[in-house]
């Protein structure tokens, strides 16, 4: 299996992945995104195969004559932060995110923290590595020069704390990235914080860092529901630290589409008239409560990439994604998961109740949640069956924005999305309708599809 995924490069090290892999993905980078003589940001994760994998990539770089911007350990969130402020051409997150410690890879962004996808270049970059052998002469001479952003990224996410009064929160650090993401709740008395696992450690020992997994969440669970009444409400890191999960006040996992709503209500307060973007995956809610905050609410495809082009193409200022992700044009359209927390605290305080009780509202209508069917039947034929059918049925209406989507919320009450796997023969399908039966139903209908 290829290490060139559809938003980023990752693979077993030592085994898929090695440091001489990075070598060459370094130079083709520069290659590719012609670099040469510029500056571009490297941080690096935790993982006990990031520090070799930076000195692979480094030399890379520095072999295409590039200076290398080090910032050191760091989050995603930091690293697009100092591609911004540093003014850089280019930034590499040295990362597999929130899989298990065998795992390494890097994310790649041009200038202002836009990703290199597959779609944009990865896909040329794996090209360039092919043809390469590891043993080409320097293209020029470049110089590793150690930066430390800590201190000006922790004031820039403490900007948006506008809190009306205390709030008390635990945090779970996963004993990843999110332990860096800690400057950004110094020096504010308002917001507090107690910390599960925020030591350093590569290996994960408490579990995986990777909050779309309920057990990840388990510890912040119990701690919450063993003080109760001590925090406003948990948040728990993957490993790099661009997404996040919470829970509430008694220990609830909170969906992350109502978080999208709840963020989006405070940060058009400041910014009303504004777009937001919500995942299309997401509960009918969002975009009902976006657009009652006094924003614009538009519906984003799934990917970091895509979200975040469409961000810069409608100047939004938000945008979340189901997967946790939460983006910020204040962040360089990027993400910032303590910014999201910010947001929460500030409209926790500001509402002086339980947050339960401001998600409550948004348990309005009934969700089927991800079902993933593994189908001999090629995906596509599905999704064009899909489409075939439901675009000859009055009242519905059929879009491609991100696979197929059937809205008929105004005529029958209910929507639906198929998507297909990058990687694997599955079809994703999310349903949503306004009862528990129309759920039920319209799921029952799509599945028999899907399954046929």
């Known amino acids: 299996m290829s290490i060139f995924k559809a938003y980023d490069i990752r693979g077993v090290y030592g085994k898929e992945l090695f440091d001489a892999d990075f070598y060459k993905i370094a130079r083709a980078y520069v290659q590719f995104a012609k670099l040469q003589g510029c500056k571009v940001v490297v941080a690096r994760d935790c993982r006990k195969s990031s520090e070799a994998l930076f000195q692979s990539f480094a ?52 200038a202002n923290a836009v990703p290199i996808s597959g779609a944009t270049g990865i896909k040329d970059i794996e090209k360039l590595v092919a043809g390469m052998t590891g043993n080409e002469a320097p293209n020029g001479q470049g110089k590793v020069t150690k930066v430390d ?7 820039h996410v403490r900007e948006f704390a506008h809190l009306a009064g205390p709030v008390h929160v ?18 504010q008395s308002l917001l507090t914080h107690d910390d599960l696992f925020g030591t350093f450690d ?23 529901k063993e003080n109760p009444g001590k925090y406003a409400f948990g948040v728990a890191y993957d490993g790099d630290a661009d997404r996040a999960g919470f829970v509430d006040e008694k220990g609830e996992i ?34 009902e409560t976006i657009a009652a905050a006094g924003g614009k609410p538009m519906m984003s495809r799934v990917g970091h990439s895509f979200i975040k082009e469409q961000m810069r193409q409608n100047d939004a200022i938000f945008a979340g994604e189901l997967s946790g992700h939460y983006y910020f044009k204040a962040n360089f359209t990027a993400e910032s998961s303590s910014m999201a927390t910010y947001a929460l605290a500030n409209i926790v305080s500001a509402a002086g109740k339980p947050l ?61 999305n198929v998507r297909m796997s990058n990687t694997e023969p599955l079809v994703r399908l999310n349903l949503e309708g306004r009862t528990p039966a129309i759920m039920e139903a319209k799921r029952d209908e799509f599945l028999a599809i899907i399954r046929a």
């Not at 402020?85 to 590499?92: E, I, P, R, W, Y």
């Not at 952003?149 to 004031?155: C, D, L, R």
């Not at 590569?202 to 701690?223: I, S, V």
């Open 59 to 110: 030399k890379g770089l520095v072999d295409e004559g590039v200076e290398v911007l080090d910032i050191g350990l760091a989050s995603t969130p930091m690293s697009y932060f100092a591609n911004g402020t540093l003014k850089a051409d280019g930034s590499v997150m040295i990362t597999a995110s929130h899989n298990t410690k065998e795992w390494n890879g890097c994310k790649l962004c041009k």
């Open 149 to 155: 952003v800590s201190k000006e990224y922790g004031a």
């Open 170 to 187: 635990a945090m779970d650090f996963g004993n990843g990235m999110g332990i860096a993401e800690a400057v950004a709740f110094t020096e």
């Open 202 to 224: 590569g290996d994960f020992p408490n579990h995986a860092a990777n909050p779309l997994e309920r057990e990840t969440l388990a510890d912040l669970q119990k701690l919450i």
């Open 254 to 287: 909170i969906p992350m589409d109502f978080i999208t709503a709840l963020v989006a209500q405070d940060l058009l307060k400041s910014a009303p008239g504004s777009v937001c973007f919500y995942d299309l995956r997401s509960t009918k809610m969002a975009e």
């Open 356 to 416: 339960s009780e401001l998600i409550a509202p948004l348990k309005k209508y009934s969700q089927s949640g991800e079902i993933n069917t593994r189908t001999a039947t090629p995906p596509a034929e599905i999704l064009a069956k899909i489409k075939s059918d439901y675009s000859a049925k009055p009242g519905m209406k059929v879009f491609e924005l991100d696979g197929v989507s059937v809205d008929a919320w105004e005529t029958e009450g209910w929507w639906a």
